[in-house]
């Protein structure tokens, strides 16, 4: 058996066009959604991140500023920044790139923007929210993820998911999200004892360790569904996931790429927080 292919561009595309017929009905009322990507430093991956994010709302016709602060920036002038973003009503949408340098204290960060406006789902209150069951905004990663299972008909009630990794950014809200649409959830992490034995168990598999390759088709339940979150660049400069994509496409009923799985995904989700977030401001 070969497995299915996700195709995470496509869906990305399909799921793109979803919101930008939401943004556009908004803006028929007036509210154009707006992100403010603030980037602390000169980070070459987080630099290329921060461009995608601002191309992705130039495509659907967003609002975006992209606000680069220089690496020296004081903690009080980050913070009132956000302060400023947070009072700006053009603005639905805020996130720092991670990491920011080390003389700030990036929880201070987290929690110094608006659980209104907190795009990324970083903020203790919405993972509180996420936590008891009334999310807000869902981290984008997971929620692309959670997508990709949902446009592949893949049932998840009932079924066994097991995240490998425990990341507050993929592994810890992906299981909440799977809890949530009533999935029975193992959590695996670096210290757990026999990690096959869970895998093999799993009709859902989620990787996010960082670790290339490490899941190989004989820990692989046969027809499972796995997504593999993974990004890790090799020795040539070819992009691999924490799955062998050869070995486990054998055994799995589903299976996401990398590149062009659960990538295109998460910055889709981040465009649809933000269109989102613009839709609870109407009436308000
Ligand atoms: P972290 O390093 O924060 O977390 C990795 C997790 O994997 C930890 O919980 C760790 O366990 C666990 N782990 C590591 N090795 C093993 C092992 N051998 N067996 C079981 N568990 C293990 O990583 P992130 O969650 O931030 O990212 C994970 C991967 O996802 C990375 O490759 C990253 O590049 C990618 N990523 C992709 C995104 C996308 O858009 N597609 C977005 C974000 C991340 P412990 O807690 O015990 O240390």
Redesign the pocket.
Known sequence: MTARIIDGKAIAQEVRAEWKARADALKARGIVPGLAVIIVGEDPASKVYVANKVKACAELGLHSEHIVMPADTSEAALLGRIAALNADPKIHGILVQLPVPRHIDSGKVLEAISPDKDVDGFHPVNVGALATGNMRFAP??PY?AMKLLEKSGVSIEGKHAVV????????KPMAMLLLQANATVTI?????VD?AKFTRDADILVV????PK?ITGDMIKPGAAVID????RMADGKLC??VDFDSAKEVAGWITPVPG???P??ITMLVANTVRSAERTVGK
Do not use: F, H, P, W
């Open positions: 984008c990663t692309g490998i990794g425990r990341s507050n950014i993929v592994g695996c992490t670096s210290k757990t990690l996010a360790t960082g670790k490490m979150v993974g990004i890790n996931g924490d799985g659960v990538g995904m998460t």
